[in-house]
Each structure stands twice: as C-alpha cells, then as structure tokens.
C-alpha cells in the first residue's frame, strides 16, 4: 500500500513572543550593532528630558516663592537650556541613526522571505496555502523592521513607569494602585481586540488576495484582448465590488471592536484621572504640599498616566508584531524535502548522458484522492531519444516534473546511474536538464541575457549559436540592437514583444544554450503549424544528438523519429515500443495517430 505524501510547514503559533523578538535582535545586531547604540541615549532621554521640565518649574517657582536672587533664577534657566541644548543634539544624532537605517532591515527580511520562495521546493510553491504564507511572510518582513522601534518604546515606558511611580508612590499609594488597575484593564481590551484580529485575519486574507488578484487581471495586457472581446468588464467589476463588499464588512466588524475597546478605555481613565487630581487639589488646600510641588506632581501623574498607557499599547503592538514574526518564521521554516545540503558528486562530464530508472514510482497531488502516477516502472537508456505521448490529464507533465526533480515521488525512487536521485544535492541536479515547458514566461531582460540565464557572465558566441539553431535570428536580426534587444514592451519604451511561436523558439534557444545532458522538450511547439513542428523537431533530433531526449506532444507525427514512445493512461504506461511497434499493435497508440492524421497532412 502507498503512503500519502503529506508536508506540513510550521505553524505560527509555534514561536513565542521572547523567542520572535529575539529572532528579530539577532538579525539586527549581525547586520548593524551601531543601531543598538543609538537606542541607548533615545531612551533615557526620552524619560528623564520630560521628568526635567516637570520639575524645571517646580524649580523656578519654589526660588520665586523663596525670593531667591536674580543671578540663582538665571542660573537655573541657562543650567536647562544648556540641557536642552546637549539632549537635542545626542537625540538628533540617533535619530538620524536610527531612521537611515530601520527601513533596510525591512529590506533584509524581505530580501530572506524572497530567496526562501526562489529556493524552497519547487512542489511547495504550487501548494496554494504556501502562496499565503509567502503573502504574510512578506508582510511580516516589515512587521520585523518595527519591533526594535516598537521595544524600544515599551523599554522606554518601563523605565518611565518605574520612575515616575517612585515619585507618585510618596505622594498617595492609592493613586499609583488606580493607575496600575485602569492599564491592566486597558491591556485587557487591546489584547482581547487583537486576538480577534488574529483569529479572523484569514477570513479577510483570502479576499485580499483574490481582490488583488482580479485587479492584476485588469492590468494585465495579455488579457486585455479577452476582456474587451468577451465583455467581461461588467463581470469583473461585479466580482471586485463583491469581494470588496465582504472585505469591508470585516474592516467593520473590526472597528466595532476597537471603538469598544476605546470606549471602555476612555472611561476608565477619566475615572483615574479625576480621582488623581482630586487627591492633590485637596493636598495642596490643605498646605500639604507647596504649589511647586502641586505643579511637579499634577505632571507626573499625567505623565505617568501616560507611561502606563503606553506600556499597555507597547506590548500590545509588539505582541501584534509578533504573531506577524511568527509568519514570517514559518514561511521560512517551511520544510524541504529535497536534499539542499551537501550531495554526492554528479557524473563527470564524460560520462553523460546516464542511465535514468524509475522503480514503483506513484505519485499524488495533496489535493487529489487518486494518483496522478501510478507505480510506473521506466528505464531511460544513455543517449535514447524518448517520447512521452497521451491525452490531457494522463501524467506526462508530472512524470517530467518527477524526472527533473521539481517533484519527489510519494512513494518509489528515481535513479541517475544507480544513485539515487535524492542523494544529489538539488540545484546541482537542475544544472542536468535542459527543459522547455509549455508555460511561457518572458522576463524583462536583453534577449542574450533572458537566453544565457546569466545577469552578467553572457557568451555572447553562445548566445549567438543559440539564436540561430532555434531558427530565430531572422527575427532577432530586425530588431536594431539584436540580442541586446530588452523583451516585455510594456516594461520597456524600447522593448518589444514576441508572437507565440517566436517565444517558444526563444525557450528553445535558452535550452539549447546551457547544453545540458538531458533535454526535455514538454509541447514546447504547440504555438507552431504542424509542418514547422516538424521541421523544428527533426532539426532537434540532430542538434541534441548523443544526449538523452524526452519529448511530450499531442502530435504524434512529430515524435515519430524517437528510439521509443510511451503512451501514459490514467497514470500507468499503457503502451510503450516504437512508432512502428505500437502501429503493427493496432492499440490505442495506433488509433490515436490514425484519428489525428486525418485532420493535417503527414510530414516525413
């Protein structure tokens, strides 16, 4: 019995709030340490500068009251604004620091979530709930810049806190009691609205995505053609408004919670606050205290007030910021099957092509109940020429994703030259193929660099022999700077777009250009008339002689000078033999070609 392949990545919830803002510190300290010094003066400052002009006109109203002399009273206003002065310039400085430099780590962690998508394998990019958490991860990459402004911040409350409650405490032990009762409560809401937001925030994602997505279609050139001939203005504009409408009953759903959270809050504080000035309006009646003393401690207490409430809204933004870490984190931990360490050794170059052997090979999609490759056995032979035929559905682009690679089996094994394929580390065994897939995708680069796969390094003499054994350099030769010509006219004023068969050619030429051992051409000429198929794939046959050559289409005619066709089913190798083999069987294979040659004339 087979086993179902199932890969999960790592759940958010599994990373605590120390362990992401810890992640995040260890990040920023390799990439800048000088960042970590200039947050050291910010937050002393940020809580000692306005204890000083709490107690600066304490200070000038007790040397008043006591008539103190003129040159005592100037002292003290040049003493404090020589203060302000100096504490100006330091909080200028890391300032400066700390705003030149806070948005490249948004970049770097960017930047990791962007070479994990380009690396992960290839199998998790196609799962659909990958594709969400690379959209959150991003998200979280500047989630991850703001945890260091935002610790700073609750470090900086902490202290305040601390202080200014040492000062409150002397004056009435019962209003720091209130103070602390009123943000623990205060806390208590915030944490109750976030974790809503975070217990809701996938039933809004997926229609952030798909809104998204239907704007993209919209500005998406290739299918404006469609989108005018059809008429599908009026239904894509339907489609958004309804999405949009289901998106913003959840933004409403979301600030009724918050306008709850604020009243609650409000109110709390009034009541805190009331009763705190209450407390010292009746001190200083009854002389217990100076009115210097009545002017420091009113502002203390707002300004401790205001510490607590910032303390709550702190850790509440960084724990906020912190289930975004954790999807970050699981993004880039996601987990990797194939072998992205140290591998064996590739075949010398002298030894290409190999022997390639599938043993019991299944394989399933997570979403299917049924395999799409049902225990295949097949032995491609050094150098053979093989053709991979059947309807829509059958499993060729599966067999050449597995073969290549992009797919590990759910069971079974692929074997290059008796080693198994998973012993190779992965990017080494791409540099074996040399692939032309049916998907076309064009990257605004020059044609020699699109060609070469190369952002620097191009031969252009290779380049050039490319171009011309994939029949286009009759079409490159036209454009007035020739394989420096930028592709994507939409990108570039002077780039230009290719027809479809002149792009299947273009891919033709990339693979050619690295020459691998292994060819695989998967109905890359369906753009292409059937006689320049043809003429395409006999020109093929020689180019890639001596090289092992998998070749998957619909029409049979072209695949006609392969050393052996395999006709897949459901999955399973139905036939397999020669054109001449298979035709003498009177199979499927046979009814197939006799039902197709019907429609356009042979080509020899």
């Given at each position: 019995m087979v086993k179902d392949k199932s890969k999960k990545g790592i759940q958010k919830d599994a990373y605590k709030k120390s362990q992401n803002v810890f992640y995040v510190l260890k990040h920023i300290w390799k990439w800048d340490k000088v960042y970590y010094v200039a947050y050291i003066p910010k937050i002393f400052i940020s809580v000692f500068m306005p204890l000083a002009l709490l107690y600066y006109p304490k200070l000038l109203i007790d040397s008043i009251m006591n008539k103190s002399s003129d040159t005592y009273i100037l002292s003290v206003i040049a003493l404090y604004s020589f203060m302000l002065i100096i504490t100006g310039i330091i909080q200028l400085f890391a300032d400066a620091?700390?705003?030149s430099t806070s948005y490249t780590f948004a970049i770097k962690f960017q930047n990791m979530v962007d070479i994990k998508a380009k690396s992960m394998d290839y199998e998790n990019i196609e799962n659909p709930t990958v594709h969400d958490m690379e959209r959150q991860a991003y998200s979280g990459a500047t989630s991850a810049e703001n945890v260091m402004g935002n610790l700073s911040g609750f470090l900086t409350n902490l202290l305040g806190m601390f202080t200014y409650g040492s000062i409150i405490v002397l004056v009435h032990p019962l209003i720091l009691l209130l103070l602390i009762i009123s943000t623990i409560v205060n806390y208590l809401m915030m944490a109750y609205v976030r974790k809503w937001n975070d217990k809701n925030r996938d039933n809004w994602t997926h229609l952030d995505c798909r809104i998204s997505y239907l704007f993209n279609v919209s500005q998406d050139y290739d299918r404006a053609k469609d989108i005018r001939i059809y008429n599908m203005k009026g239904w894509l504009t339907s489609l958004t408004k309804k999405y949009q409408g289901l998106r913003m009953n959840w933004s409403v759903k979301s600030w009724n919670k918050s306008i709850l959270s604020t009243l609650v809050s409000s109110s709390l504080n009034l009541f805190r606050d009331g009763f705190s000035y209450a407390v010292l309006i009746i001190m200083l009646l009854n002389n217990e205290i100076d009115v210097g003393n009545f002017v420091f401690y009113f502002g203390?207490?707002?300004?401790?007030?205001?510490?607590?409430?910032?303390?709550?809204?702190?850790?509440?933004s960084i724990a906020s910021l912190s289930d975004d870490v954790s999807r970050l984190r699981a993004f880039l931990d996601y987990n990797d099957i194939f072998n992205h360490g140290k591998g064996i050794p590739l075949p010398e170059s002298n030894r290409v092509p190999y022997d390639i052997e599938l043993k019991n090979v299944f394989y399933k999609y997570l979403s299917n109940d049924t395999h799409t490759i049902d225990n295949i056995n097949l032995h491609i032979k050094k150098g053979e020429k093989l053709a991979i035929v059947g309807v829509n559905g059958a499993g060729k682009t599966t067999l050449v994703k597995l073969l290549s690679e992009l797919y590990y089996p759910t069971s079974g094994d692929i074997f290059i030259d008796s080693n198994n394929a998973k012993s190779y580390n992965v990017t080494d065994y791409y540099t074996q193929?040399?692939?032309v897939f049916q998907e076309i995708l064009i990257i605004p680069v020059t044609i020699a660099r699109f060609i070469s796969g190369s952002g620097e390094d191009v031969d252009r003499d290779r380049v050039k022999k490319a171009i011309e054994l994939a029949d286009l350099d009759s079409v490159i030769s036209k454009f007035p700077h020739g394989m420096?010509?930028?592709?994507v006219k939409g990108i570039y004023d002077d780039g230009v777009d290719l027809s479809g068969g002149e792009k299947q050619k273009l891919l033709l030429a990339r693979a050619l250009y690295k020459d691998a051992p292994v060819f695989i051409l998967d109905e890359p000429t369906s753009a292409l008339d059937p006689i320049a198929e043809s003429e395409l794939y006999n020109k093929?046959?020689?180019?890639t002689s001596g090289k092992t050559s998998i070749y998957i289409s619909h029409r049979l005619t072209s695949t006609r000078f392969c050393d052996r066709i395999i006709l897949l089913q459901n999955g399973l190798i139905a036939e397999c033999g020669s054109h001449d083999e298979l035709?003498?069987?009177?199979?499927?294979?046979?009814?197939?070609f006799n039902t197709q040659?019907?429609?356009y004339k042979e080509v020899n």
């Open positions: 620091k700390i705003n203390t207490i707002t300004g401790f007030s205001g510490w607590l409430s910032s303390i709550a809204e702190q850790y509440n193929f040399s692939i420096d010509t930028m592709l093929y046959k020689k180019l035709m003498k069987k009177n199979g499927l294979y046979a009814k197939m040659s019907q429609y």
